[in-house]
């Protein structure tokens, strides 16, 4: 058993290859009026996540238009009411603006 | 022979690559793709359940889509034997080796390619029943096929490893599909009642479709030479027994069981 | 329900530094914890405890964790389906579970943790998933028998997560609710025409799974309250609303009035309807093999973990390749 970590292959300039970005996926179902959020997932580009989000997201109902943007091109605003709760550096609908592994000295999850 | 067996053959395509996609349930590369494949598998076991409940009913005397899936043997299987296959490269029936998934996305490639211009052919046949069938698994095989292809181009131009592999499975299965272009009794009955389409007729588009698709994925065409296999007659690979083993034998064991 | 037995000690210990809680910023935690216990909901921009972030980390991976392993149990009776009806029916049931698993790891990454990481930790054995799964499916009746009492148990607990209060996780909780009943019915109905049409045998091997799960579908629920120390944090932050004992016994009094419908008994002596409490008397869960289970030494834990690890490694080209052709793609439109 291998931990996955062990063998990264790398692309032709010897960088690591990447995970497959983050998109979030907006459906608009045949009788709908605008688009909703349906949640996230991962692809290598945006005609690929459209094909997942088909497969994912609706299971293949006719007439729905999809739409899907990388994540963190995703601007958010913050809600009046939160005052100084709300983190005014963090305009990103996720917590960080990029991800990172949790090291092992973070403790165990 | 008898009139269905054309139904039979289309029906045992479907059902038998349904249950080779529907192996990598679990296991897939990532957990989208995951979804993806099992939605093919769905599919095409949703296309062989009306084509067999079809049959049934033309054959009368109690036969029923269960009877027709679990209880004939392989060489009463009229599945191409390219779909059989397993996931891997050329092993005898009881090798096993790592599914493959440059093997799983080129055979859906050359599969869909032949089903896509089939069924759009089948949607206007006299039959109400088969051009009903042949108009809802168009929708679906194209989807298939743009699956299947747009990963053709991913491997083929993408890594070494992927394009390796690709092309691999390109020289591996290719000379499966001469077995596309024969012309079994059954077929010939119905096309000459007007309910079948003569797939000779359209060994030309598919050749250009999938040449078309290799070249932009920046493979090579191989020769479909050699052996030609003999699934539709019935004269399967080894690697059928051992499917329908597996699919078959719980049903078997309880041959008067209800589900 | 698939949360449950992960409110418990680590068999790892923690390290010195992780058992240190920091100190948080008073005025946040005044305004954090007046949304908590207003029953408000916690979104992904809002400041929040480390030690809040940590835990829900933890919990919506394991969740999305089990969802994934949970696919290997029922997967093994695909090819073997004894009906095209039975073989659709669990294909599909076992896609919703990886859409489930898919919802949930969106979830836990709106918290900042790659999908990457989440599945890295599954792989190395630092995160878990629900114990139940560790068991084998050894017949047909198995599958039927896990639609029943697996997806009936974690219906129980899925519920209370839909209000829970951080706002992804509630709403993926939503979306998983709605399809999960549908599971169980499945599941059921398929006992019901074993029993109610099926053979001698069919019949058989219907009690005999019911034997094999009934107890370890009960221990899915926790430990009983006393032994469950970090279920009163779990609680007050809405990650978890009702206690293991109290889901327990909901599931029994639920669900034995559904085996009378059935024709099955539960392998339990100790049954029996208790008047003056108004619930069903049960005898005792064997937790030395629930922990034994849970700490690895199950009948398949090793082979569950290696399954997925072997999935993923062996998709690593695949990942590969398509990101290398969406790179070759991007540099093509950028000089056309």
């Known amino acids: 058993m291998t931990a996955s970590n062990d063998k990264k292959a790398t692309d032709a300039q010897g960088a690591p290859l990447a995970e497959w970005p983050l998109w979030e996926i907006f459906v608009r179902s045949k009788q709908g009026l605008e688009h909703k959020h349906c949640g996230s997932l991962h692809a290598s580009d945006a005609q690929h996540a459209l094909q997942m989000a088909r497969d994912v997201y609706t299971r293949r109902q006719e007439g729905v238009s999809i739409w899907v943007i990388p994540s963190n091109a995703i601007t958010a605003s913050s809600p009046d009411d939160k005052g100084a709760f709300f983190d005014p550096a963090n305009d990103k609908i996720y917590r960080h603006p990029t991800f990172y592994t949790i090291p092992d000295e973070v403790g165990h999850m | 022979m008898s009139a269905h067996d054309y139904w039979l053959h289309l029906a045992d395509n479907a059902l038998v690559l349904g249950q080779r996609n529907a192996e990598w349930c679990g296991h897939g590369p990532i957990l989208e793709e995951d979804i993806a494949m099992t939605n093919n598998s769905l599919d095409l076991i949703g296309q062989a359940r009306m084509l067999y409940q079809g049959a049934a009913e033309a054959i009368g005397g109690g036969a029923t889509e269960d009877s027709l899936a679990y209880f004939r043997d392989s060489q009463a299987f009229?599945?191409?034997?390219?779909?059989?296959?397993?996931?891997?490269?050329?092993?005898?029936?009881?090798?096993?080796?790592?599914?493959?998934?440059?093997?799983?996305?080129?055979?859906?490639?050359?599969?869909?390619?032949?089903?896509?211009?089939?069924?759009?052919?089948?949607?206007?046949?006299?039959?109400?029943?088969?051009?009903?069938?042949?108009?809802?698994?168009?929708?679906?095989?194209?989807?298939?096929?743009?699956?299947?292809?747009?990963?053709?181009?991913?491997?083929g131009d993408g890594t070494i490893e992927s394009a390796q592999r690709a092309q691999a499975a390109l020289d591996y299965l290719v000379p499966f599909t001469q077995e596309f272009w024969l012309l079994t009794p059954y077929e010939a009955a119905a096309i000459a009642a007007g309910d079948a389409v003569d797939v000779r007729l359209l060994k030309d588009d598919w050749t250009q479709l999938v040449s078309q698709a290799v070249d932009t994925a920046k493979l090579q065409m191989p020769a479909a030479t050699g052996y030609v296999t003999q699934g539709k007659f019935g004269t399967h690979s080894e690697h059928l027994s051992y499917l329908l083993a597996e699919m078959q034998s719980l049903a078997r064991a309880h041959p008067e069981g209800v589900w | 329900m698939y949360t449950q037995s992960f409110i418990t000690a680590d068999p790892i210990k923690p390290t010195a530094s992780a058992q240190v809680s920091p100190i948080e910023p008073a005025d946040l935690m005044a305004a954090f914890d007046r949304v908590i216990d207003a029953d408000g909901r916690i979104e992904p921009q809002d400041w929040m405890p480390q030690a809040y972030r940590k835990t829900l980390v933890r919990q919506i991976s394991q969740h999305a964790h089990s969802e994934i392993v949970g696919m290997l149990p029922e997967g093994n009776w695909?090819?073997?389906?004894?009906?095209?009806?039975?073989?659709?029916?669990?294909?599909?049931?076992?896609?919703?579970?990886?859409?489930?698993?898919?919802?949930?790891?969106?979830?836990?990454?709106?918290l900042g943790v790659s999908r990457d990481s989440m599945l890295d930790a599954l792989h190395t054995g630092r995160a878990k998933y629900s114990?139940?799964?560790?068991?084998?499916?050894?017949?047909?009746?198995?599958?039927?028998?896990?639609?029943?009492?697996?997806?009936?148990?974690?219906?129980?607990?899925?519920?209370?997560?839909?209000?829970?209060?951080?706002?992804?996780?509630?709403?993926?909780?939503?979306?998983?609710?709605?399809?999960?009943?549908?599971?169980?019915?499945?599941?059921?109905?398929?006992?019901?025409?074993?029993?109610?049409?099926?053979?001698?045998?069919?019949?058989a091997m219907v009690q005999d799974a019911v034997n094999r799960w009934w107890w370890k579908c009960l221990a899915m629920f926790g430990p009983p309250d006393e032994d469950s120390p970090n279920s009163a944090q779990g609680m007050r932050w809405g990650i978890k609303r009702i206690s293991n004992d109290a889901l327990r016994q909901k599931f029994v009094d639920a669900t034995i009035p559904q085996a009378e419908i059935l024709g099955v008994t539960v392998p339990d002596p100790d049954l029996k309807w208790n008047d003056e409490r108004g619930h069903y008397d049960f005898g005792a869960i064997d937790w030395d093999e629930f922990w034994a289970t849970v700490n690895g030494n199950g009948p398949c834990n090793k082979e569950r973990l290696a399954t997925r690890v072997k999935a993923w490694d062996e998709g690593q080209w695949v990942r590969e390749a398509a990101v290398a052709h969406a790179q070759k793609s991007k540099k093509q439109e950028r000089a056309a």
């Open chain 2, 78 to 155: 009229k599945n191409l034997t390219l779909v059989e296959l397993p996931h891997h490269g050329p092993l005898v029936g009881y090798a096993t080796d790592n599914r493959d998934y440059a093997v799983t996305i080129v055979r859906n490639f050359l599969y869909s390619a032949l089903m896509a211009l089939v069924w759009e052919r089948l949607a206007n046949v006299a039959n109400q029943g088969l051009a009903a069938i042949a108009a809802k698994s168009l929708k679906e095989t194209r989807y298939h096929l743009r699956h299947s292809h747009d990963w053709l181009v991913r491997f």
């Open chain 3, 78 to 110: 695909i090819s073997r389906a004894p009906s095209l009806k039975r073989k659709a029916i669990l294909l599909a049931k076992v896609q919703d579970e990886a859409g489930h698993g898919l919802y949930l790891y969106s979830a836990a990454e709106t």
């Open chain 3, 131 to 203: 114990s139940i799964f560790n068991y084998p499916t050894l017949t047909w009746a198995d599958v039927g028998v896990i639609g029943w009492l697996v997806d009936g148990a974690a219906i129980m607990n899925q519920i209370p997560l839909c209000r829970c209060s951080y706002g992804p996780y509630a709403r993926a909780m939503i979306r998983v609710c709605k399809e999960e009943s549908f599971h169980q019915r499945q599941g059921y109905e398929a006992l019901l025409v074993m029993m109610q049409q099926g053979t001698e045998a069919q019949k």
